[in-house]
């Protein structure tokens, strides 16, 4: 029996992801009272029908929610394995699609939307420190939201942790949900060369121009020993994904290129790996 406990900011996509782990062959329990979780889960592990559940818990269920970390330890107690997904975006990126859906907020502050926001998430705090898996959705497409979700939980990844390797534009912000950042700043920039700049790390001509220099191999060598060292501890740990972001100025030449080495020897070494290239279509700028 597989347990996933579902949780987060409101609107970061829950829905969403509940949809996408039906399709993965779990049974969701939506808009669950925490204290019912152990009860349900000893249910569910009677019924061999379910090999994979998901509970979502968040502050539908009002005060509730303060509840849950306690009914997760009792859920423990019990000899339920269970991982704890939190789902998360930023204040600006709630706030749009709070105001493109009209919904209303389920802290509803008088204060208004940022302010029920920014209640919520100080009172979840505890739960995104707890969490074994979280996922920022701030500049996630659906479908990129899917693909993470299986690279995490599908039995049919070759890897006991899902790791994603993040090229992105220091300009536009450190990716939130980053667990290792790379800086890749210092090494030969192809936007000043006119035949390179248009192009991205993707392409041949960019990736041997930033590697002519010989400190970048050395560079990406003791990077890739670094993470071939750190993975099997992190997997020893039970942590059920990483992800590991490079960055560069824009985003589109020196991190893409470094992502795409860091890939070729990942994937070498046996890890399934998912490429994820956030800024490549925006600005000029690598």
């Given at each position: 029996m597989r347990f996933v406990v579902v949780t987060g900011l409101s609107g970061a996509g829950k829905s969403q992801t509940v949809k996408y782990l039906e399709d993965m062959g779990f049974f969701c329990i939506d808009n669950l009272p925490p204290v019912l979780m152990p009860k349900l889960a000893e249910i569910v592990s009677a019924n061999m029908k379910y090999e994979k559940v998901a509970f979502v818990i968040d502050m539908r269920v009002g005060e509730m929610i303060n509840e849950l970390s306690d009914?997760?330890?009792?859920?423990?107690?019990?000899?339920?394995?269970y991982k704890l997904l939190f789902m998360q975006a930023s204040d600006e990126v709630l706030v749009k699609r709070y105001k493109e859906t009209r919904r209303s907020h389920p802290m509803n502050s008088e204060n208004g939307l940022l302010s029920s926001i920014k209640k919520e998430r100080k009172l979840l705090s505890g739960l995104l420190d707890a969490a074994d898996v979280v996922i920022d959705t701030s500049d996630l497409a659906v479908g990129e939201l899917g693909a993470r979700l299986r690279d995490i939980f599908s039995e049919?990844?070759?890897?006991?942790?899902?790791?994603?390797?993040?090229?992105?534009?220091?300009?536009?912000?450190?990716?939130?949900?980053?667990?290792?950042?790379?800086?890749?700043?210092?090494?030969?920039?192809?936007?000043?060369?006119?035949?390179?700049?248009?192009?991205?790390?993707?392409?041949?001509?960019?990736?041997?121009?930033?590697?002519s220099g010989g400190d970048a191999r050395v560079f990406l060598d003791k990077l890739c020993d670094m993470l071939l060292m750190l993975f099997p501890l992190y997997i020893g740990e039970g942590k059920a994904s990483t992800t590991v972001a490079i960055g560069c100025t824009g985003g589109k030449h020196r991190s893409v290129t470094f992502v795409n080495k860091v890939y070729d020897a990942l994937t070498k070494a046996g890890y399934s790996v998912n490429r994820i290239y956030r800024d490549i279509e925006k600005g000029r700028k690598g």
């Open positions: 009914d997760l330890a009792r859920l423990k107690e019990k000899g339920y394995e049919d990844t070759k890897n006991e942790m899902a790791i994603n390797l993040l090229a992105f534009g220091f300009k536009y912000g450190i990716p939130a949900d980053a667990d290792l950042v790379f800086d890749v700043r210092c090494f030969p920039n192809p936007f000043y060369d006119d035949e390179l700049r248009y192009k991205t790390g993707n392409d041949k001509a960019v990736q041997d121009f930033v590697m």
